[in-house]
């Protein structure tokens, strides 16, 4: 069993930058962030291998986005830049008991609670 605690949401300015935080405790072998808007899908964001650190993102977040982990803290991090107001949502950490970084939210086991991220001016 894995558990997953996501802090770092809050409200900031469109442009500024954000970093969420999700803890682990249990073993986990990929890690991703999956974000989700009032009356719309959950939708994958970014996810990470912890083997390698191997990373993927959505196209829409490519290039502003960076996810890392750290095996001392078992965190997995998500750096978030020049925000924009429809990244206006709840994100989710979500993590999933093999190597393979799949942009499928039902492909996850293990989900957190969630952290609203809020971008306006």
């Known amino acids: 069993q894995v558990q997953l605690v996501e802090s770092g949401g809050g409200l900031v300015q469109p442009g500024d930058s954000l970093r969420l935080s999700c803890v682990a405790s249990?073993?986990?072998?990929?890690t991703a962030w999956f974000r989700q808007a009032p009356g719309k899908e959950r939708e994958f964001v970014a996810g990470?291998?912890?083997?390698?650190?191997?990373?993927e993102y959505s196209e829409a977040v490519k290039g502003r986005f960076k996810i890392s982990r750290d095996h001392v803290s078992i965190t997995v991090t998500l750096q978030m830049n020049s925000l924009k107001p429809e990244e206006t949502a709840v994100y989710y950490c979500?993590?999933?008991?093999?190597?393979?970084?799949?942009?499928?939210?039902?492909?996850?086991?293990?989900w957190g609670q969630g952290t609203q991220v809020t971008v306006s001016s």
């Open positions: 979500a993590s999933r008991n093999d190597y393979i970084i799949s942009s499928m939210a039902s492909d996850y086991n293990y």
């Open positions: 249990g073993r986990t072998f990929t």
């Open positions: 990470i291998r912890w083997r390698d650190g191997t990373t």
